[in-house]
């Protein structure tokens, strides 16, 4: 299993990204991906969870109407269009297949003016 994040960078306030996640070496279509994060000196947390049809979403409080995450099975890839962003959410972002256990290497966003 390989996951490859892509996307990340600096982005000011209000502005947007969207972070990729390429997948590999199972058959993505069947299962649910998740989003995390990590600020420095805080713990993982979980961002965005999709099914693996991708109908069921859910997000943390903090990122709901502004983060959407959404997978194309065709393309092994899942995304998380990021908007409005805060400078609270500056971390690094991992792609996760929890089936697997497996994580990305991350992507670094980082949020400031």
């Known amino acids: 299993v390989q996951l490859v994040e892509s996307g990340g960078g600096l982005v000011q306030p209000g502005g947007s990204l969207r972070l990729s996640c390429a997948a590999s070496g199972f058959t993505f279509g069947n299962y649910p991906m998740n989003w995390y994060r990590q600020a420095p000196g805080k713990e993982r947390e979980l961002v965005a969870y999709i099914s693996s049809a991708g109908w069921n979403k859910n997000y943390v409080e903090s990122v709901k109407g502004r983060f959407t995450i959404s997978r194309d099975n065709a393309k092994n890839m899942v995304y998380l269009q990021m908007n409005n962003l805060k400078g609270e959410d500056t971390a690094v972002y991992y792609c996760?297949?929890?089936?697997?256990?497996?994580w990305g290497q991350g992507t670094q966003v980082t949020v400031a003016s």
């Open positions: 996760y297949a929890p089936a697997f256990r497996a």
